[in-house]
Protein backbone atom coordinates (compact mmCIF):
# COMPACT_ATOMS: atom_id res chain seq x y z
CA UNK A 1 0.00 0.00 0.00
CA UNK A 2 2.51 2.28 1.09
CA UNK A 3 4.54 2.20 -2.27
CA UNK A 4 0.96 3.09 -4.29
CA UNK A 5 1.10 7.34 -4.50
CA UNK A 6 -0.79 9.05 -2.81
CA UNK A 7 -3.16 9.94 -5.24
CA UNK A 8 -3.78 6.29 -6.16
CA UNK A 9 -4.08 5.41 -2.19
CA UNK A 10 -7.06 8.27 -2.00
CA UNK A 11 -8.55 7.38 -4.76
CA UNK A 12 -8.74 3.65 -3.32
CA UNK A 13 -9.77 4.45 -0.25
CA UNK A 14 -12.44 6.43 -1.80
CA UNK A 15 -13.85 3.37 -4.02
CA UNK A 16 -13.65 1.34 -1.03
CA UNK A 17 -15.48 3.30 0.94
CA UNK A 18 -18.27 4.23 -1.60
CA UNK A 19 -18.36 0.38 -2.78
CA UNK A 20 -19.45 -0.25 1.07
CA UNK A 21 -21.72 2.45 1.48
CA UNK A 22 -23.40 1.23 -1.73
CA UNK A 23 -24.17 -2.12 -0.74
CA UNK A 24 -25.12 -0.73 2.41
CA UNK A 25 -27.49 1.18 0.92
CA UNK A 26 -28.62 -1.88 -1.76
CA UNK A 27 -29.65 -3.48 1.64
CA UNK A 28 -31.53 -0.93 3.34
CA UNK A 29 -33.27 0.26 -0.22
CA UNK A 30 -34.34 -3.88 -0.23
CA UNK A 31 -35.60 -4.35 3.51
CA UNK A 32 -37.19 -0.66 3.54
CA UNK A 33 -39.15 -1.39 0.27
CA UNK A 34 -40.01 -4.54 0.86
CA UNK A 35 -41.84 -3.63 4.29
CA UNK A 36 -43.18 -0.28 2.28
CA UNK A 37 -44.41 -1.72 -0.58
CA UNK A 38 -46.24 -4.97 1.38
CA UNK A 39 -47.91 -2.92 3.51
CA UNK A 40 -48.69 -0.52 0.79
CA UNK A 41 -50.30 -3.27 -1.17
CA UNK A 42 -52.32 -4.22 2.01
CA UNK A 43 -53.70 -0.73 2.22
CA UNK A 44 -54.90 -0.58 -1.47
CA UNK A 45 -56.64 -4.22 -0.50
CA UNK A 46 -58.35 -2.90 2.40
CA UNK A 47 -59.06 0.72 0.94
CA UNK A 48 -60.74 -0.84 -2.42
CA UNK A 49 -63.00 -3.13 -0.31
CA UNK A 50 -64.06 -1.08 2.21
CA UNK A 51 -64.70 1.36 -0.29
CA UNK A 52 -66.65 -1.47 -1.76
CA UNK A 53 -69.34 -1.96 0.60
CA UNK A 54 -70.69 1.40 0.75
CA UNK A 55 -71.39 0.54 -2.73
CA UNK A 56 -74.23 -2.30 -2.07
CA UNK A 57 -77.40 -1.53 -0.82
CA UNK A 58 -81.10 -2.64 -0.50
CA UNK A 59 -84.47 -2.07 -2.41
CA UNK A 60 -87.61 -3.47 -1.34
CA UNK A 61 -88.74 -2.44 -4.80
CA UNK A 62 -87.10 -0.95 -7.83
CA UNK A 63 -89.31 2.07 -9.80
CA UNK A 64 -88.13 2.11 -13.25
CA UNK A 65 -87.74 6.17 -12.64
CA UNK A 66 -85.24 4.59 -9.99
CA UNK A 67 -83.48 2.60 -12.48
CA UNK A 68 -80.05 4.39 -13.50
CA UNK A 69 -77.93 3.26 -16.26
CA UNK A 70 -74.88 1.31 -15.03
CA UNK A 71 -76.03 0.37 -11.39
CA UNK A 72 -76.75 -3.97 -11.12
CA UNK A 73 -79.89 -5.34 -9.34
CA UNK A 74 -79.73 -8.89 -8.13
CA UNK A 75 -82.86 -10.43 -6.29
CA UNK A 76 -82.66 -11.23 -2.87
CA UNK A 77 -85.02 -12.36 -0.22
CA UNK A 78 -88.20 -10.17 -1.56
CA UNK A 79 -86.60 -7.22 -2.59
CA UNK A 80 -83.29 -6.41 -4.63
CA UNK A 81 -79.72 -6.06 -4.16
CA UNK A 82 -78.47 -2.43 -5.48
CA UNK A 83 -75.19 -2.47 -6.76
CA UNK A 84 -73.77 0.80 -7.07
CA UNK A 85 -72.12 1.45 -10.83
CA UNK A 86 -68.56 2.64 -8.57
CA UNK A 87 -68.28 -0.87 -7.27
CA UNK A 88 -65.23 -2.34 -8.43
CA UNK A 89 -64.59 -5.45 -9.22
CA UNK A 90 -61.35 -5.58 -10.19
CA UNK A 91 -59.12 -2.40 -9.70
CA UNK A 92 -55.26 -1.94 -9.18
CA UNK A 93 -55.13 -5.58 -9.18
CA UNK A 94 -57.57 -6.21 -6.52
CA UNK A 95 -60.60 -8.40 -6.85
CA UNK A 96 -63.80 -7.95 -5.06
CA UNK A 97 -66.48 -10.36 -4.74
CA UNK A 98 -69.68 -10.49 -3.14
CA UNK A 99 -70.94 -12.99 -0.56
CA UNK A 100 -74.22 -14.55 0.79
CA UNK A 101 -73.61 -16.10 4.62
CA UNK A 102 -73.37 -19.25 3.75
CA UNK A 103 -70.47 -18.64 1.38
CA UNK A 104 -72.16 -18.33 -2.00
CA UNK A 105 -70.52 -15.74 -4.47
CA UNK A 106 -73.02 -13.01 -5.49
CA UNK A 107 -71.14 -10.95 -7.92
CA UNK A 108 -68.06 -9.88 -8.53
CA UNK A 109 -64.83 -11.72 -9.13
CA UNK A 110 -62.85 -13.58 -6.82
CA UNK A 111 -59.76 -15.86 -6.09
CA UNK A 112 -60.86 -19.50 -5.28
CA UNK A 113 -59.64 -21.03 -2.27
CA UNK A 114 -59.45 -25.13 -2.27
CA UNK A 115 -61.69 -25.38 0.55
CA UNK A 116 -64.25 -22.65 1.87
CA UNK A 117 -62.09 -20.11 3.99
CA UNK A 118 -64.73 -18.55 6.91
CA UNK A 119 -64.92 -14.59 6.87
CA UNK A 120 -63.20 -12.81 8.87
CA UNK A 121 -64.23 -9.19 9.57
CA UNK A 122 -61.67 -6.67 9.22
CA UNK A 123 -58.74 -9.03 9.32
CA UNK A 124 -56.36 -9.07 6.51
CA UNK A 125 -54.63 -12.34 5.76
CA UNK A 126 -52.35 -14.15 3.49
CA UNK A 127 -53.34 -17.71 1.94
CA UNK A 128 -51.56 -19.25 -1.08
CA UNK A 129 -53.59 -20.51 -4.07
CA UNK A 130 -52.47 -22.71 -6.85
CA UNK A 131 -48.26 -21.77 -5.45
CA UNK A 132 -48.97 -18.34 -5.45
CA UNK A 133 -49.61 -15.98 -2.34
CA UNK A 134 -52.41 -13.63 -1.77
CA UNK A 135 -53.59 -11.00 0.75
CA UNK A 136 -57.28 -11.77 1.62
CA UNK A 137 -59.21 -8.78 3.03
CA UNK A 138 -62.98 -9.80 4.51
CA UNK A 139 -65.41 -7.06 5.90
CA UNK A 140 -69.70 -6.75 6.06
CA UNK A 141 -71.57 -4.82 3.57
CA UNK A 142 -72.51 -1.32 5.39
CA UNK A 143 -76.19 -1.21 4.98
CA UNK A 144 -77.62 -2.48 8.30
CA UNK A 145 -80.15 -4.51 6.26
CA UNK A 146 -77.35 -6.24 4.55
CA UNK A 147 -75.19 -7.09 7.36
CA UNK A 148 -75.14 -10.78 6.48
CA UNK A 149 -73.81 -10.38 3.55
CA UNK A 150 -69.77 -9.98 2.91
CA UNK A 151 -67.60 -8.76 0.38
CA UNK A 152 -63.74 -10.36 0.19
CA UNK A 153 -61.04 -8.71 -1.74
CA UNK A 154 -57.62 -10.33 -2.97
CA UNK A 155 -54.62 -9.54 -4.24
CA UNK A 156 -51.45 -11.06 -5.13
CA UNK A 157 -48.78 -10.61 -2.82
CA UNK A 158 -46.12 -10.65 -6.05
CA UNK A 159 -47.92 -7.12 -7.11
CA UNK A 160 -45.40 -5.75 -4.72
CA UNK A 161 -42.40 -7.68 -5.56
CA UNK A 162 -42.56 -6.93 -9.21
CA UNK A 163 -42.66 -3.24 -8.12
CA UNK A 164 -39.94 -3.38 -6.05
CA UNK A 165 -37.83 -6.25 -8.35
CA UNK A 166 -38.32 -2.93 -10.45
CA UNK A 167 -36.17 -0.78 -8.17
CA UNK A 168 -33.82 -3.06 -6.99
CA UNK A 169 -32.99 -3.74 -10.99
CA UNK A 170 -32.59 0.70 -11.42
CA UNK A 171 -30.29 0.55 -8.23
CA UNK A 172 -28.02 -2.36 -9.58
CA UNK A 173 -27.54 -0.15 -12.86
CA UNK A 174 -27.16 3.58 -10.17
CA UNK A 175 -25.87 2.46 -7.92
CA UNK A 176 -22.43 0.86 -9.78
CA UNK A 177 -22.60 3.80 -12.40
CA UNK A 178 -23.10 6.03 -9.41
CA UNK A 179 -20.00 4.99 -7.51
CA UNK A 180 -18.14 4.73 -10.83
CA UNK A 181 -18.69 8.33 -11.58
CA UNK A 182 -17.71 9.40 -7.58
CA UNK A 183 -14.87 7.29 -7.79
CA UNK A 184 -13.47 8.85 -10.78
CA UNK A 185 -14.64 12.48 -9.97
CA UNK A 186 -12.51 11.22 -6.52
CA UNK A 187 -9.52 10.58 -8.93
CA UNK A 188 -9.42 13.62 -11.56
CA UNK A 189 -9.72 15.82 -7.61
CA UNK A 190 -6.63 14.11 -6.16
CA UNK A 191 -4.61 14.38 -9.20
CA UNK A 192 -5.71 18.01 -9.75
CA UNK A 193 -5.58 18.83 -5.91
CA UNK A 194 -1.87 17.05 -5.60
CA UNK A 195 -0.86 18.92 -8.99
CA UNK A 196 1.14 21.24 -6.64
CA UNK A 197 2.98 18.71 -5.22
CA UNK A 198 4.26 17.34 -8.15
CA UNK A 199 5.39 21.00 -9.29
CA UNK A 200 7.26 21.17 -5.88
CA UNK A 201 8.90 17.95 -6.43
CA UNK A 202 10.12 19.05 -10.08
CA UNK A 203 11.70 22.43 -8.82
CA UNK A 204 13.45 20.86 -5.57
CA UNK A 205 14.59 18.56 -8.31
CA UNK A 206 16.29 20.87 -10.31
CA UNK A 207 17.32 23.03 -7.67
CA UNK A 208 18.61 19.59 -6.35
CA UNK A 209 21.17 19.50 -9.19
CA UNK A 210 21.85 22.95 -9.31
CA UNK A 211 20.14 23.02 -12.83
CA UNK A 212 18.18 26.58 -12.05
CA UNK A 213 18.27 28.37 -8.87
CA UNK A 214 15.67 30.67 -9.94
CA UNK A 215 12.96 28.20 -10.60
CA UNK A 216 10.24 29.16 -8.67
CA UNK A 217 6.95 26.50 -7.58
CA UNK A 218 3.99 28.56 -9.71
CA UNK A 219 1.80 29.96 -6.53
CA UNK A 220 -2.37 29.21 -7.82
CA UNK A 221 -5.17 31.37 -6.64
CA UNK A 222 -6.42 28.71 -4.41
CA UNK A 223 -6.24 29.93 -0.68
CA UNK A 224 -5.35 26.04 0.09
CA UNK A 225 -2.50 24.38 2.24
CA UNK A 226 -0.71 23.94 -1.13
CA UNK A 227 -0.62 27.00 -2.20
CA UNK A 228 0.84 27.98 1.79
CA UNK A 229 3.30 25.30 0.46
CA UNK A 230 4.00 26.71 -2.54
CA UNK A 231 4.74 30.05 -0.92
CA UNK A 232 6.96 28.20 1.94
CA UNK A 233 8.86 26.28 -0.36
CA UNK A 234 9.43 29.78 -2.87
CA UNK A 235 10.86 31.59 0.02
CA UNK A 236 12.75 29.05 1.14
CA UNK A 237 14.29 29.08 -2.72
CA UNK A 238 15.05 32.82 -1.66
CA UNK A 239 17.15 31.97 0.89
CA UNK A 240 18.38 29.07 -0.98
CA UNK A 241 19.35 30.91 -3.57
CA UNK A 242 20.74 34.00 -1.52
CA UNK A 243 22.76 31.51 0.34
CA UNK A 244 24.35 29.95 -2.92
CA UNK A 245 25.14 33.40 -4.18
CA UNK A 246 26.54 34.67 -1.45
CA UNK A 247 29.19 31.53 -1.16
CA UNK A 248 29.88 32.20 -4.67
CA UNK A 249 31.12 35.79 -3.48
CA UNK A 250 32.51 34.79 -0.92
CA UNK A 251 34.55 32.04 -2.53
CA UNK A 252 35.80 34.67 -5.35
CA UNK A 253 36.49 37.41 -3.01
CA UNK A 254 38.73 35.33 -0.79
CA UNK A 255 40.57 33.66 -3.33
CA UNK A 256 40.84 37.41 -4.89
CA UNK A 257 42.26 38.09 -1.59
CA UNK A 258 44.31 35.52 -0.73
CA UNK A 259 45.70 35.92 -4.59
CA UNK A 260 47.33 39.39 -4.04
CA UNK A 261 50.13 38.62 -1.08
CA UNK A 262 50.89 35.47 -2.96
CA UNK A 263 51.50 37.83 -6.25
CA UNK A 264 53.65 39.92 -3.88
CA UNK A 265 55.28 37.22 -2.67
CA UNK A 266 56.45 35.23 -5.81
CA UNK A 267 57.38 38.85 -7.32
CA UNK A 268 59.18 39.77 -4.23
CA UNK A 269 60.97 36.03 -4.35
CA UNK A 270 61.71 36.51 -7.83
CA UNK A 271 63.50 39.43 -7.72
CA UNK A 272 65.98 38.42 -4.93
CA UNK A 273 67.04 35.36 -6.53
CA UNK A 274 67.30 36.55 -9.99
CA UNK A 275 71.08 38.00 -9.08
CA UNK A 276 72.94 38.57 -5.70
CA UNK A 277 71.90 41.45 -4.18
CA UNK A 278 72.79 43.46 -1.45
CA UNK A 279 72.49 42.57 2.00
CA UNK A 280 70.07 45.93 2.85
CA UNK A 281 68.00 45.20 -0.81
CA UNK A 282 67.49 41.11 1.10
CA UNK A 283 66.38 42.58 4.10
CA UNK A 284 63.73 44.88 2.41
CA UNK A 285 62.69 42.18 0.80
CA UNK A 286 61.76 39.42 3.29
CA UNK A 287 60.29 42.45 4.98
CA UNK A 288 57.84 42.24 2.31
CA UNK A 289 57.62 38.67 2.75
CA UNK A 290 56.97 38.89 6.14
CA UNK A 291 54.13 41.61 5.73
CA UNK A 292 52.32 39.85 3.49
CA UNK A 293 52.72 36.40 5.04
CA UNK A 294 51.36 37.64 8.03
CA UNK A 295 48.37 39.22 6.22
CA UNK A 296 48.00 35.81 4.74
CA UNK A 297 47.68 34.39 7.79
CA UNK A 298 45.18 37.50 9.62
CA UNK A 299 42.82 36.35 6.44
CA UNK A 300 42.98 32.43 6.64
CA UNK A 301 42.36 32.87 11.04
CA UNK A 302 39.65 34.80 9.70
CA UNK A 303 38.16 32.75 7.94
CA UNK A 304 38.61 29.77 9.96
CA UNK A 305 37.46 31.77 12.58
CA UNK A 306 34.40 32.69 10.73
CA UNK A 307 33.46 29.34 9.75
CA UNK A 308 33.95 28.76 13.39
CA UNK A 309 31.04 30.77 14.21
CA UNK A 310 28.96 29.89 11.35
CA UNK A 311 29.18 26.60 13.24
CA UNK A 312 28.39 27.05 16.30
CA UNK A 313 25.10 26.76 17.66
CA UNK A 314 23.06 28.90 20.41
CA UNK A 315 22.28 25.27 21.98
CA UNK A 316 26.22 25.13 22.71
CA UNK A 317 26.28 28.79 24.74
CA UNK A 318 26.94 29.08 28.21
CA UNK A 319 27.26 32.07 30.46
CA UNK A 320 30.06 33.79 30.04
CA UNK A 321 31.67 36.82 32.15
CA UNK A 322 31.55 39.41 29.36
CA UNK A 323 32.86 42.37 32.36
CA UNK A 324 36.38 39.82 32.98
CA UNK A 325 36.35 39.36 29.06
CA UNK A 326 36.21 42.91 28.29
CA UNK A 327 38.83 43.96 31.02
CA UNK A 328 41.37 41.68 30.01
CA UNK A 329 41.04 43.14 26.15
CA UNK A 330 41.67 46.11 27.43
CA UNK A 331 44.78 44.98 29.34
CA UNK A 332 45.84 43.64 26.32
CA UNK A 333 45.62 46.70 24.26
CA UNK A 334 47.02 48.77 26.52
CA UNK A 335 50.06 46.87 26.43
CA UNK A 336 50.63 47.37 22.93
CA UNK A 337 51.34 50.99 23.93
CA UNK A 338 50.71 51.77 19.59
CA UNK A 339 50.58 55.41 18.83
CA UNK A 340 51.21 56.94 22.04
CA UNK A 341 47.12 56.20 22.21
CA UNK A 342 45.48 56.46 25.76
CA UNK A 343 42.98 53.54 26.28
CA UNK A 344 40.39 54.41 29.25
CA UNK A 345 38.64 51.50 30.09
CA UNK A 346 35.24 51.99 32.30
CA UNK A 347 33.46 48.24 32.87
CA UNK A 348 30.49 47.74 34.84
CA UNK A 349 31.71 44.32 37.01
CA UNK A 350 29.98 40.77 36.79
CA UNK A 351 27.79 41.53 33.67
CA UNK A 352 27.24 38.15 31.94
CA UNK A 353 25.76 37.50 28.46
CA UNK A 354 25.02 33.72 27.26
CA UNK A 355 27.62 32.46 24.68
CA UNK A 356 30.60 31.26 23.37
CA UNK A 357 33.66 33.41 25.63
CA UNK A 358 35.87 32.87 22.55
CA UNK A 359 33.76 34.43 20.22
CA UNK A 360 32.97 37.03 22.44
CA UNK A 361 36.58 37.88 23.40
CA UNK A 362 37.25 37.99 19.43
CA UNK A 363 34.42 40.81 19.02
CA UNK A 364 35.99 43.22 22.00
CA UNK A 365 39.59 42.33 20.40
CA UNK A 366 38.72 43.26 16.41
CA UNK A 367 36.92 46.78 17.56
CA UNK A 368 39.92 47.59 20.01
CA UNK A 369 42.87 46.77 17.65
CA UNK A 370 40.18 48.73 14.75
CA UNK A 371 40.32 51.69 17.08
CA UNK A 372 44.33 51.55 17.63
CA UNK A 373 45.36 51.05 13.63
CA UNK A 374 42.73 54.04 12.38
CA UNK A 375 43.50 56.07 15.67
CA UNK A 376 45.56 59.32 15.85
CA UNK A 377 49.16 59.57 16.99
CA UNK A 378 48.81 60.54 20.80
CA UNK A 379 45.03 60.16 20.51
CA UNK A 380 42.37 57.94 23.06
CA UNK A 381 39.78 55.22 23.43
CA UNK A 382 37.33 54.63 25.59
CA UNK A 383 35.97 51.01 26.00
CA UNK A 384 32.87 51.02 28.48
CA UNK A 385 30.77 48.37 29.24
CA UNK A 386 27.52 48.67 31.30
CA UNK A 387 23.73 47.20 31.17
CA UNK A 388 20.22 48.85 30.12
CA UNK A 389 17.18 47.92 29.79
CA UNK A 390 17.51 44.08 29.79
CA UNK A 391 20.49 44.33 27.49
CA UNK A 392 24.51 44.89 27.84
CA UNK A 393 26.04 47.55 25.88
CA UNK A 394 29.48 47.44 24.54
CA UNK A 395 31.25 50.88 23.15
CA UNK A 396 34.35 51.29 21.46
CA UNK A 397 35.43 54.72 21.00
CA UNK A 398 38.11 56.51 19.32
CA UNK A 399 39.30 59.98 18.62
CA UNK A 400 40.63 59.02 15.10
CA UNK A 401 40.57 59.29 11.44
CA UNK A 402 36.50 58.67 11.33
CA UNK A 403 34.80 57.15 8.29
CA UNK A 404 32.47 59.14 5.42
CA UNK A 405 29.03 58.63 5.65
CA UNK A 406 28.83 56.75 2.09
CA UNK A 407 31.04 53.93 3.69
CA UNK A 408 29.07 53.65 7.02
CA UNK A 409 26.44 51.08 5.40
CA UNK A 410 28.61 49.21 4.16
CA UNK A 411 30.95 48.23 6.79
CA UNK A 412 30.61 45.47 7.79
CA UNK A 413 30.32 43.42 4.31
CA UNK A 414 33.13 41.22 3.87
CA UNK A 415 36.46 42.24 2.25
CA UNK A 416 34.74 46.05 2.73
CA UNK A 417 37.33 48.71 3.24
CA UNK A 418 37.40 52.33 3.63
CA UNK A 419 40.74 53.38 4.07
CA UNK A 420 42.96 51.26 1.71
CA UNK A 421 46.51 52.57 2.95
CA UNK A 422 45.76 51.60 6.56
CA UNK A 423 44.24 48.67 6.64
CA UNK A 424 46.74 46.69 4.06
CA UNK A 425 47.70 44.75 7.28
CA UNK A 426 44.02 43.58 8.10
CA UNK A 427 42.00 40.14 6.61
CA UNK A 428 39.19 43.11 5.81
CA UNK A 429 37.04 40.49 7.33
CA UNK A 430 37.48 42.08 11.09
CA UNK A 431 34.00 43.81 11.33
CA UNK A 432 32.10 41.61 9.42
CA UNK A 433 32.97 39.18 11.99
CA UNK A 434 31.81 41.06 14.75
CA UNK A 435 28.42 41.70 12.83
CA UNK A 436 28.13 37.70 12.46
CA UNK A 437 29.40 36.88 16.35
CA UNK A 438 26.97 39.83 17.56
CA UNK A 439 24.14 38.36 15.15
CA UNK A 440 25.04 34.38 16.53
CA UNK A 441 24.42 36.04 19.77
CA UNK A 442 20.99 37.83 19.55
CA UNK A 443 22.42 40.81 19.52
CA UNK A 444 23.55 43.66 16.74
CA UNK A 445 25.88 45.95 15.67
CA UNK A 446 26.02 49.83 14.82
CA UNK A 447 28.96 52.76 14.28
CA UNK A 448 28.37 56.33 14.41
CA UNK A 449 31.32 58.35 13.00
CA UNK A 450 32.37 61.60 11.85
CA UNK A 451 35.49 61.74 9.63
CA UNK A 452 38.28 63.89 11.01
CA UNK A 453 37.04 63.66 14.61
CA UNK A 454 36.27 59.63 15.11
CA UNK A 455 34.05 56.99 15.44
CA UNK A 456 31.96 54.51 17.95
CA UNK A 457 30.99 51.11 17.44
CA UNK A 458 28.43 49.85 19.67
CA UNK A 459 27.46 46.21 20.28
CA UNK A 460 24.11 45.55 21.58
CA UNK A 461 23.83 41.56 23.13
CA UNK A 462 20.55 40.41 25.67
CA UNK A 463 21.98 40.18 29.71
CA UNK A 464 22.77 36.57 30.03
P1 LIG B 1 40.33 45.79 8.11
O1 LIG B 1 41.01 44.49 8.29
O2 LIG B 1 40.55 46.41 6.80
O3 LIG B 1 40.53 46.70 9.27
P2 LIG B 1 37.65 45.65 9.09
O4 LIG B 1 36.52 44.82 8.69
O5 LIG B 1 38.12 45.54 10.52
O6 LIG B 1 38.79 45.39 8.08
O7 LIG B 1 37.25 47.14 8.84
C1 LIG B 1 36.67 47.51 7.60
C2 LIG B 1 36.99 48.96 7.28
O8 LIG B 1 36.32 49.83 8.20
C3 LIG B 1 38.44 49.29 7.44
O9 LIG B 1 39.11 49.06 6.24
C4 LIG B 1 38.43 50.77 7.79
O10 LIG B 1 38.42 51.53 6.64
C5 LIG B 1 37.10 50.95 8.49
N1 LIG B 1 37.24 51.06 9.97
C6 LIG B 1 37.10 50.07 10.86
N2 LIG B 1 37.23 50.52 12.12
C7 LIG B 1 37.48 51.83 12.02
C8 LIG B 1 37.74 52.88 12.98
N3 LIG B 1 37.78 52.66 14.31
N4 LIG B 1 37.96 54.12 12.51
C9 LIG B 1 37.95 54.38 11.20
N5 LIG B 1 37.71 53.45 10.22
C10 LIG B 1 37.48 52.18 10.63
Redesign the pocket.
Known amino acids: MRRLSIKIRITLWFAILILLLSAIAFSLILMINNTVLQSDVRDTLLHIVTYNSYEIEYQDHINDEELSDGDQYLRLNNGFLEIDDDFLTFFSEVHTALYDQEGQLLYGETIETEEPLPFADGVTRTYEVRGERYYLYDCRVQDPNLSSLWLRGAISARKGTTLLSRMVKLSLYLLPLLSLLTILGGYLLARRALRPVEEIRHSADSIREGKDLKQRIPSSDANDELHHLSLSFNSMFDRLEDAFASERRFTQDASHELRTPLAVIRTECEYALDRPRTSEEYVESLQVIDRQSRRMNALVSDLLFSARARRMHPADFSSVPFSAIVSDACTTGIRLQEKNITLTCSVEPNITVRGNADMLQRIVL?LIS??Y???KPDGTILVSLYKTDGAVILSVK?D????SAE?LPH?FERF?????S??SE???????LVREIAELHQGEVSVT?VVGIG?E?IVRLPLG
Open positions: NNARYGDGIGIHLYRADVRSGSGLGLHSSF
